[in-house]
């Protein structure tokens, strides 16, 4: 998973992509919050981030802030890095928008771990988005169908928005993501098919006409 780390340190920023890298990642580094900042608004945006708390421009925690004030926005996991080790700083950064909260010196099983909760968690938010776009496509396709759709008494075809006639299942197939199988009803065996086939048997059982 491609993963931003946001770190100033080059010591700290050079191991964290040499983990990540081991750890079958791709690791995007940046070394102040503006550049985080603007990464995170790409259209390739990474899904994860590991950002440190204190950087030159924008901190991390404005960093979160700003990246849970986007609207319509990817998933994004944030991991916020820092040295700062008591309760009220891990508060703070929780508030801020962060999904965790790991002190400096770290351990890199411990990073390894929480890294894979968020890769889960991203991946249940995808799934997630997936099947939301998929029940308004579902709902809006139903949407098309509400209203009134004027139908010919004779042929029973439908008038389209261009002002031609197609056959209703050709209307609802294009219209929907219903498709049709033809079958006959018992009131149809009974009213047309049984009638028209004693007819053909009656006609068949006609002695044939002779010449004088």
């Known amino acids: 998973m491609k993963i931003l780390v946001a770190e100033d340190q080059p010591d700290s920023w050079l191991l964290l992509e040499t983990l990540l890298r081991g750890w079958g990642h791709e690791a995007v580094i940046t070394t102040d919050g503006a550049a985080a900042w603007d990464a995170l608004q790409r259209e390739d945006a990474p899904p994860l981030a590991i950002l440190d708390w204190m950087m030159p421009g924008l901190d991390g925690l404005e960093v979160c802030r700003r990246a849970r004030g986007r609207t319509n926005a990817r998933p994004l ?56 776009a998929d029940l308004e496509a579902a709902l809006a ?23 031609s006639w197609q056959r209703v299942e050709a209307y609802v197939t294009a219209h929907s ?36």
């Not at 042929?155 to 389209?160: A, D, E, H, L, Q």
């Not at 498709?179 to 059982?205: D, I, M």
């Open 77 to 132: 996991y944030i991991i916020l890095l820092t040295a700062r080790a008591n309760r009220q700083d891990a508060i703070d950064g929780l508030d801020a928008g962060a999904d965790d909260f790991v002190t400096k010196p770290f351990d890199p099983a411990d990073l390894r771990a929480r890294l894979s909760v968020g890769v889960r968690v991203v991946g249940l938010q995808r799934e997630l988005a997936a099947r939301i």
């Open 141 to 163: 396709r139903v949407d098309h169908l509400h209203g009134i759709l004027p139908i010919c008494s004779y042929c029973k075809k439908v008038r389209t928005e261009s002002d």
């Open 177 to 212: 993501g219903v498709r049709f199988s033809h079958g006959v009803c018992p009131e149809c065996v009974k009213s047309v098919v049984e009638p028209e086939l004693n007819e053909l048997r009656r006609t068949r059982a006609l002695p044939g006409k002779t010449e004088p």
